[in-house]
């Protein structure tokens, strides 16, 4: 099936930016570009590519922390709300959900004219869905609930959201099988079908995302196998999906061998060659395995990111990049995966102090060497 979706439509102020931006800066060195000298929105946009990042509406929201809201407004074209989207903040109920975290942040985004992705419809993970709302699933009847609602969901935000996550982590990384869940149970496959026809039916302007963590990194066969058959199965099936999201949450291994390097080409070459288009989701770095020493782990991080962005943007099909949060202090990777000595730690493109950081060189380095992209609005 011929995807719908040609790509983010760029505002007129965002083309200006970026060209502007071309002007004033293409001549210098790499180097004389201090840290938040132009912001990273525009030398995406100069590309054809729309930056962004998640953003809570919590206590570490940049609604809340002015300091922190000042960069992610001075940075940021797009932002997608880490969890407020999510069934376990907006409810079982479809008739009355819980849409306040999520308006603050669509709020925000229209306040400083940012468009605003959506995350998720329905995260087919049995880890995320409660006992509470398979009950509530299966006294409804599945396919019932899923329609409703996505028709509630969707509706709400109308034509706010320009792309929406339909379907988030349906394939297990183990099996490369679809996961086995409340949804599955009742429908199969048609559980996956269901959600994006109903998010074209609710959301029509809007892009339609499979989106996973399937990585370049050892391990990852299985899970990328997996994921190739599903967006195949999309395709014989003709359901209706434009791109596949890459959440790119990178660090597990550093090596990213030449060997990884063409695994991860042939994977990103067979999706594209079924005319997905690609975006990178959730970027960010896990130090884990890297040194204690600040200085060489934050050049660490930096040198990964470089080289994965180098080879991600190089893709024509590849228009939007959205961080995971921009500021070390309130990552998900404190909690998820903290660092055996201790330390934070600094997976983002901004440190504890909101100082730039060699990351978030590396992002404005990747964004001047790409190719402008072509098609894109
Ligand atoms: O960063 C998110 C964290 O705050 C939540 O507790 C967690 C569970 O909802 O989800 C995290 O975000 C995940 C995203 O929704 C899907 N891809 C993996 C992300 C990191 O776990």
Request: aromatic share 8%.
């Amino acid at each position: 099936m011929k995807p719908n979706w040609q790509g983010p439509m760029l505002t007129r102020r965002q083309q200006l930016a970026g060209v502007a931006g071309g002007l004033i800066m293409g001549a210098l060195p790499s180097t004389l570009h201090a840290a938040g000298d132009e912001p990273l929105k525009d030398l995406a946009a100069r590309k054809g590519i729309l930056f962004g990042t998640a953003i809570s509406a919590g206590q570490s929201s940049p609604m809340a922390d002015p300091g922190y809201g000042a960069i992610v407004a001075r940075e940021c074209a797009v932002l997608v709300p880490e969890n407020e989207m999510k069934v376990y903040v907006l409810g079982h109920d479809p008739q009355a959900l819980n849409f306040g975290p999520a308006d603050r942040i669509a709020a925000f985004a229209r306040d400083n004219r940012m468009k605003l992705r959506g995350h998720t419809l329905l995260w087919n993970y049995g880890k995320y869905i409660s006992p509470a709302l398979a009950e509530t699933v299966r006294a409804t009847g599945a396919e019932k609930w899923l329609r409703a609602y996505i028709a509630q969901v969707a509706g709400h935000f109308g034509d706010r959201i320009y792309s929406w996550d339909v379907v988030n982590e349906t394939i297990d990384p183990k099996t490369g099988e679809i996961r086995d869940t409340v949804f599955t149970q009742a429908l199969g496959f048609d559980a996956l079908k269901i959600a994006f026809e109903a998010a074209q039916e609710h959301a029509p302007h809007a892009q339609r995302v499979y989106n996973d963590y399937m990585s370049w990194e050892v391990g990852n066969e299985t899970h990328r196998a997996g994921v190739l058959r599903l967006l195949e199965r999309f395709r014989k099936e003709n359901v209706p999906v434009d791109a596949l999201g890459i959440q790119s949450h990178l660090g597990n291994d550093g090596s990213h061998s030449k060997l990884q390097r063409a695994e991860w080409k042939q994977f990103l070459d067979r999706v594209t060659a079924m005319g997905y288009r690609l975006l990178i989701t959730e970027f960010d770095i896990n130090d884990r395995e890297m040194p204690r020493d600040i200085a060489q782990r934050d050049a660490q991080t930096a040198a990964v990111a470089k080289s994965y962005l180098d080879q991600m943007l190089a893709y024509p099909q590849l228009d939007q990049l959205l961080c995971w949060g921009l500021w070390d202090k309130h990552s998900w990777l404190n909690g998820f995966a903290p660092r055996a000595d201790g330390l934070p730690q600094r997976p983002l493109p901004y440190d504890d102090a909101l100082k730039p950081k060699p990351l978030r060189a590396a992002i404005a380095d990747a964004l001047r060497a790409a190719p402008v992209r072509k098609g894109i609005a």
